[in-house]
């Protein structure tokens, strides 16, 4: 079974440019998550998807934004990128629907900013 | 405000040196608290779950405990291998849709 797939896994953008990131799940999870993880301050989550509806956000600005696609695919894009975006996206799928289940987490897309 | 905290930050140990790693939390309403392992590079990877205090969970040479507020892993007789970023998180009652990390507890194991 494949796991979960992300792309890019590593980019260079400078600041004001923007970024989308990919993610495909583990066939069957219907759940996809993001998180930001930096070395100061660990894994922050993102947003998490379940059937193409964002059902939770964390705190980052508006500048964060992402989608899931009706085959459960997910993008995140980060608008005017700023040095501090600098860190490892991480997705995350889960069987989730009415029962909870653990994450499982892809390689990451690791975005320098310039 | 919910909170998760690992310690120590970083523990280096001698190949078959025995310790624990902490993961104390305060939220209201735990759901489930998640065990992972990352190793430098990749993304985390899924070690235990345990949903009740006095739950234990074992794998190997780790074994997982948790408390009302707190959970322990416990490394036995640790192999270079082991070496690896071990982060906590957990899940509450009424978002388990978002889970919350701990920053991690990086350990080496020296042969």
């Known amino acids: 079974k494949a796991g979960v797939t992300q792309t890019p896994r590593y980019l260079i953008k400078t600041r004001g440019q923007q970024v989308t990131l990919s993610c495909s799940p583990i066939s069957g999870h219907r759940s996809v998550s993001w998180y930001q993880q930096t070395p100061g301050q660990g894994l922050q989550f993102l947003f998490e998807y379940f059937s193409e509806t964002q059902r939770n956000k964390g705190n980052f600005p508006g500048r964060f934004s992402g989608r899931q696609f009706s085959n459960s695919r997910s993008e995140m894009n980060v608008s005017t990128l700023e040095l501090g975006d600098s860190a490892l996206y991480l997705c995350?799928?889960?069987?989730?629907?009415?029962?909870?289940?653990?994450?499982?987490f892809g390689e990451g897309s690791r975005l320098t900013v310039l | 405000e919910d909170q998760v905290t690992q310690s120590p930050e970083a523990l280096r140990l001698q190949e078959g040196e025995s310790s624990s790693l902490n993961c104390s939390y305060t939220v209201s309403g735990l759901r489930g608290l998640f065990w992972y392992r990352q190793d430098p590079g990749k993304g985390p990877e899924f070690l235990f779950t345990l949903y009740s205090a006095g739950e234990e969970k074992e794998k190997e040479r780790l074994k997982a405990t948790l408390t009302k507020k707190e959970s322990f892993l416990h490394i036995t007789a640790p192999k270079p291998e082991d070496s690896a970023t071990y982060l906590c998180a957990v899940q509450v009652k009424y978002n388990f849709n978002k889970f919350y990390f701990g920053s991690g507890t990086k350990l080496n194991v020296k042969p």
């Open positions: 995350a799928s889960s069987q989730q629907g009415i029962d909870t289940g653990e994450l499982f």
